[in-house]
């Protein structure tokens, strides 16, 4: 008999952690963002209201969109004024080491990260990076 109150991790005899728990690192958060949305939702005392919505989630989940901490809302309605050096940042980082990194990863935004705090731009990294990586991703 399994105690309740005991937390276990099941996986199925194929599981490797080294094949499937990365992904299913990133997932878990996105979809625990989405679990806490929905029950913030349908009831007006549980849940968090994280602006999350299944298009969040999905792209939270697959890595195309990077998953803000546990309790911070997805940006809402900033204004571009605000948003814009981060989104340039990411557009000129983009055509500078866009040919080194071909897609987002670790090492690429530990670099952008090294870069940008080192600029003292008034603004954190993690509060800026989902602005940064919409830069990025841009396809002119």
């Known amino acids: 008999m399994m105690n309740n109150n005991a937390k276990q991790t099941w996986h199925p005899s194929y599981w490797k952690d080294e094949t499937h728990g990365s ?41 195309n969109e ?40 670790n090492d690429l935004e530990t670099k952008l990260k090294t870069e940008w705090d080192k600029d003292k731009t008034g603004r954190s990294f993690d509060d800026v990076k989902r602005n940064i990586r919409t830069g990025w991703d841009y396809k002119s």
């Open 23 to 63: 992904g299913w690192d990133r997932a878990k958060e996105a979809l625990k963002r989405d679990w806490e949305q929905t029950k913030a939702d349908f009831s007006k005392t549980k849940g968090k209201e994280l602006n999350q919505d299944v298009g969040d989630t999905v792209k939270q989940a697959v890595g």
């Open 66 to 105: 990077p998953i803000p901490g546990p309790n911070t809302p997805n940006p809402e309605n900033a204004k571009w004024e605000e948003v814009e050096p981060a989104v340039a940042y990411g557009y000129g980082a983009n055509k500078e080491y866009g040919s080194k990194y071909s897609k987002w990863d």
